[in-house]
C-alpha cells in the first residue's frame, strides 16, 4: 500500500469539552491539529445541567475566569429526597464558596462550547464544523490512518485520531473499535431553559450578584426508576431537568416529558419556576454504567476521551471535568510521543490509560464501581420507598399533634421495620456502604 | 409573562427550539415491518420529542424533523436492528442556544 500524506499530526472528531480540551492542548504544544465537528458552531448540539468545574479547566486554560460566559458560581447546595408531596433537605450554603476563585459555575453549555472553540481556533488549530465524521479509514492492518467525512473529497489522514465524539459515539461503534452501548448503562434526561428576571431569581433563592444555586433531586419524582432531576440557578434563567436510565425508562409507563412536567409542577419545585418563560427543550443522553463500561481506550492510531468513554460520575453528577481531563491527558501523551517521533500505536499509546489512573477519574470511577449495579437491583426500594419513608418520619416527627415524643419516635422506627424489615435495612446499609467504598 | 408552563404536549415544546431541516433527507428510519418489537413499540412513548407513532395497521413511524438527536430509539432498538440511525448531515437538525 502506497504511503500516505499525513495532512495533520492528530484529527479531533468532536468539539464538546473533552475534544476541546484535546485540541487546544495539541494546539498549544505546536501540533498541527485538525477538529471536525457536525454541528453548526462547537456546542449547537451540546447539552448539559450544567456545572462547570473550575479546576479541571483551569488546568487548561489557567485565566479562563476572565473570558468564559460564565453565569454563576455555586455557594450553596441542595439535595434533596422527595416524595410527591414533600422534600427532606441536605443543604450547604458557605460564604467560603464567595472566593476570588471560585470552584464550580453554572454555566450554558453552547455558549461556553463556542467559547471554547474560539480559544481552540486561536491556540492555531484548524475547526471544521457542519461536517459529520462518517468513518474511520484503517490500513491492511487494521491501524487508524484517518478519517472520511460526508462533505465531498478524499479521506484526511493523521498519525492519531482521537475520539472525542460523545456518548453515541457512532464512530468508533461502526469502525468495531468498541461494543454499542446498553440500555442498561446510559441515562436519558430532558431538559428545559426557563427564563426569569434575574432580581426575582436572587430574590427567590436569596442570592446576591453572582451567586447560584444548585439542586440535586432523587426519589418518587422518577417513578422507581433510577434517576435524578435537578435544577440549577444561571444568570437570568433556571436550567430544570430529570434524567432515569433508558431501561427503566423503557419499562415504565411515563413519557419524558411527562416526567419532567411533573418534577416542575412538584410543590417544592412550582413556587421556583413561576412566572418563566420557556426558552428551550432539549434530550440528551448521559452515560452512567461508570468503571465497568469503560470500552477499550486505545489502539493503534487512535484513542476515546470523554463520554465516548463512558467517563461519568454519575454519583457525583461530573461528567464535563473528566471529558476536559482525559481530552487533555490524551493530548499530552500524543504529545509526548510526537515529541519522541514515536509511532502512536496501542502499545506506546497505552501510556494515557497508565497516565488517568494516577487521576481522580479512574480513581473515582472505580471507587463507584459497584453503585450502577446497586441501583439498579434495588431502585424500587432507593427511588420509592426510602424517600417515602423518609418523608412520613419528618411529617410525624414534625406535626405537633397531641402525640407523644415517644409514640411518634417508636411509630417511625415501625414504619421503617414495616416497609424493610429489620435485616432488610441492615442489608441495606451494608450494600450501600460497600459500594460506596 | 406566562404562567409556567403544564402543557405536556411535546409539539409545544419543540416549537421553542431552533431546526435546520434537511428536507426530504431522514436521518432515521424504521426498516419495513409487519409487527413491531416492543423495543420499536416503546418508542412511541420514549422518544422524547414524540417523533415515534402508531400507524393504523399496526406498524411503528418515524418522522425526525423534530428529533432532538439524544440516540435513545437507536440504543434501544440496537439488537433487533429495526432503526437505521444517522447523524443528520453537517450543519442540519437541532440548534440548541442554550443547551
Ligand atoms: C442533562 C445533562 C446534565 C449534565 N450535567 C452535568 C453537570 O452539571 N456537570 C458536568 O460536569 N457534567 C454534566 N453532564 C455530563 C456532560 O455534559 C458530559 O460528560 C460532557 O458533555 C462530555 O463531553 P464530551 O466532549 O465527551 O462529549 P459531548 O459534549 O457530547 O461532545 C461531543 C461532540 O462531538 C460532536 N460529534 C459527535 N459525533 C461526531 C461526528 N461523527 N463528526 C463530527 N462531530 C461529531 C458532537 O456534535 C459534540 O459536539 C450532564 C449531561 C447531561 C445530558
Ligand atoms: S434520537 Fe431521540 S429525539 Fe430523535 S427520534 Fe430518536 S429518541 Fe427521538
Not at chain 1, 492528530?10 to 505546536?30: D, F, H, M, Q, R
Not at chain 1, 479547566?57 to 455555586?74: G, N, S
Not at chain 1, 431501561?247 to 411533573?262: H, I, K, Y
Not at chain 1, 514515536?342 to 490509560?353: H, I, V
Request: proline residues 4%; charged residues 25%; negative net charge.
Amino acid at each position: 500500500m502506497a504511503e500516505m500524506e499525513d495532512a495533520f499530526d492528530a484529527i479531533v472528531v468532536g468539539a464538546g469539552p473533552s475534544g476541546n480540551a484535546a485540541a487546544y492542548t495539541l494546539a498549544k504544544e505546536g501540533l498541527s491539529v485538525l477538529q471536525i465537528e457536525r454541528g453548526e458552531y462547537a456546542g449547537s448540539k451540546n447539552v448539559q445541567g450544567a456545572i462547570l468545574y473550575s479546576d479541571a479547566l483551569e488546568k487548561i486554560i489557567p485565566e479562563f475566569r476572565e473570558e468564559a460566559p460564565l453565569e454563576r458560581h455555586v455557594i450553596e447546595q441542595r439535595m434533596w429526597s422527595m416524595d410527591d408531596t414533600s422534600h427532606t433537605g441536605m443543604h450547604y450554603r458557605s460564604g467560603d464558596f464567595n472566593e476570588e476563585k471560585p470552584n464550580r459555575y453554572t454555566i450554558l453549555r453552547a455558549q461556553f462550547d463556542k467559547w471554547f472553540s474560539a480559544k481552540v481556533k486561536e491556540a492555531g488549530a484548524l475547526v471544521l464544523c457542519e461536517t459529520t465524521v462518517t468513518e474511520l479509514v484503517k490500513d491492511l492492518t487494521g491501524r487508524v490512518i484517518g478519517v472520511r467525512t460526508d462533505r465531498q473529497g478524499n479521506p484526511i489522514f493523521a498519525p492519531v485520531v482521537i475520539l472525542a465524539e460523545g456518548v453515541n459515539g457512532l464512530v468508533g461503534q461502526r469502525s468495531g473499535l468498541r461494543p454499542e452501548i446498553a440500555p442498561e448503562s446510559v441515562a436519558l434526561a430532558v431538559k428545559e431553559m426557563h427564563f426569569l428576571p434575574r432580581e426575582t431569581i436572587e430574590a427567590r433563592f436569596n442570592l446576591k450578584g453572582n451567586e447560584g444555586v444548585v439542586i440535586e433531586a432523587m426519589g418518587t419524582i422518577t417513578r422507581g426508576m433510577t434517576g435524578t432531576g435537578f435544577l440549577y440557578t444561571n444568570e437570568e434563567s433556571i436550567s430544570v431537568g430529570i434524567g432515569c436510565i433508558v431501561s427503566d425508562f423503557a419499562q415504565g409507563e411515563v413519557t419524558p416529558a411527562e416526567l419532567l412536567e411533573a418534577f416542575k409542577a412538584h410543590p417544592s419545585i412550582a413556587p421556583l419556576l413561576e412566572g418563566s418563560e420557556v426558552k428551550e427543550y432539549a434530550a440528551h443522553l448521559i452515560p452512567e454504567g461508570g468503571y465497568k463500561a469503560i470500552p477499550q481506550l486505545t489502539g493503534d492510531g487512535w484513542i476515546v476521551v470523554g463520554d465516548a468513554g463512558q467517563f461519568v460520575n454519575a454519583v457525583h453528577r461530573e461528567g464535563s471535568n473528566l471529558a476536559m481531563t482525559t481530552g487533555r491527558i490524551a493530548a499530552e501523551t500524543v504529545v509526548a510521543l510526537h515529541r519522541k517521533g514515536e509511532a502512536m500505536d496501542g502499545y506506546t499509546l497505552k501510556e494515557y490509560e497508565r497516565r488517568l489512573e494516577a487521576t481522580f477519574v479512574m480513581k473515582d470511577l472505580k471507587k463507584y464501581k459497584g453503585i450502577p449495579g446497586l441501583l439498579d437491583a434495588n431502585k424500587a426500594t432507593f427511588f420509592g420507598t426510602y424517600p417515602r419513608l423518609f418523608s412520613q418520619a419528618m411529617q410525624t416527627w414534625f406535626r405537633v399533634d397531641g402525640v407523644d415524643k415517644k409514640t411518634k419516635e417508636k411509630a417511625i422506627l415501625k414504619s421503617f421495620r414495616d416497609s424493610r424489615s429489620l435485616r432488610g435495612l441492615l442489608g441495606d446499609a451494608w450494600r450501600v456502604a460497600r459500594a460506596w467504598r | 409573562m406566562t404562567e409556567i408552563a403544564t402543557a405536556t404536549k411535546v409539539e409545544e415544546k419543540l416549537f421553542q427550539n431552533r431546526y435546520l431541516v434537511d428536507a426530504g433527507k431522514p436521518h432515521i428510519r424504521v426498516r419495513e415491518h409487519e409487527v413491531p418489537s416492543a423495543s420499536l413499540l416503546a418508542m412511541t412513548r420514549l422518544c422524547p420529542a414524540g417523533c415515534y407513532a402508531v400507524t393504523e395497521t399496526g406498524q411503528v413511524e418515524v418522522a425526525a424533523d423534530g428529533c432532538l438527536e439524544c440516540g435513545t430509539c437507536r440504543i434501544l432498538t440496537r439488537k433487533t436492528g429495526e432503526v437505521e440511525w444517522n447523524y443528520p448531515r453537517g450543519g442540519f437538525g437541532v440548534l440548541y442556544k442554550f443547551g
